[in-house]
């Protein structure tokens, strides 16, 4: 399985990436978004983890709503974290399937990734 890591807290992308790669996936890892399609089309993940407050002004919620809009990647299904409440209005559009508030247990974020991998399968 793919997945596009995607978070400006490099200490975090790293240990997300280690934990993920040990459990079998494929991570791409990045800390910021500058061509979203490219990113998707050379990743190709089954599922995105992204930050809600990420860097240049750029934001899960607007990020989730970019992916949508992408014909091939509409379905894809995205975790968001953050520790931010404003986060919660992009599990209330449905942009992000599941929202993960920081702090957060890294093996319930992959049990929580493996499920949502699993209902996509099905």
């Excluded at 807290?9 to 990436?17: G, I, K, N, P, R």
């Excluded at 800390?31 to 809600?52: F, N």
Aim: hydrophobic content about 45%; some cysteine; charged content about 25%.
């Amino acid at each position: 399985m793919r997945l596009l890591l995607i978070d400006d807290d490099a200490a975090l992308l790293d240990l997300l990436t280690e934990v993920f790669e040990t459990e079998g996936y494929h991570v791409t890892a990045v800390a910021e978004v500058r061509d979203l399609a490219g990113l998707l089309e050379s990743s190709r993940p089954d599922l995105i983890i992204t930050d809600y407050y990420l860097k240049n002004d750029c934001n899960g919620r607007d990020l989730c709503c970019q992916i949508r809009r992408l014909a091939h990647f509409a379905e894809l299904p995205i975790i968001m974290l953050s520790a931010w409440p404003k986060a919660k209005s992009a599990w209330e559009s449905k942009l992000c399937q599941v929202l993960v508030s920081k702090p957060f247990d890294v093996w319930e974020l992959l049990a929580c990734t493996g499920e949502l991998i699993r209902l996509r399968q099905t």
